[in-house]
């Protein structure tokens, strides 16, 4: 059996449908469960976290969670600049 397991269970994963630790006959399957999962919860939850599949160990693939940096520096980029994003750097692209 193949499991594919959450990193971590943010809130908006706790309040979805999915579960965690589920459980596959093929490796195929599971394989394609996670990516599928982590591309459906990249576009229906809040985008503060970006989800990835990943091989592990032995028989399981993990959903790892990162911290969105688009979301977090607010610029459409993900990299904070003071033109057109809203972020109040000293800095400019300026000459």
């Known amino acids: 059996m ?16 999915y ?6 006959k093929t ?3 599971a394989y394609q469960y996670a990516n599928i999962v982590a591309e459906l919860m990249n576009e229906e ?13 032995g028989d399981t693939f993990v959903i790892r969670v990162d911290i969105n940096a688009t979301s977090v520096s607010g610029c459409s980029t993900g ?10 750097d000293e800095w400019t692209l300026e000459p």
């Open 79 to 88: 990299v904070t600049c003071d033109v057109g994003c809203g972020s109040t």
């Open 19 to 24: 579960t965690n630790n589920n459980t596959f």
């Open 2 to 17: 193949y499991t594919v397991q959450m990193q971590e269970e943010c809130s908006c994963f706790k309040k979805s449908e």
């Open 45 to 57: 939850f809040c985008s503060r976290h970006t989800f990835y599949t990943e091989r592990a160990d």
């Open 27 to 29: 490796q195929q399957e």
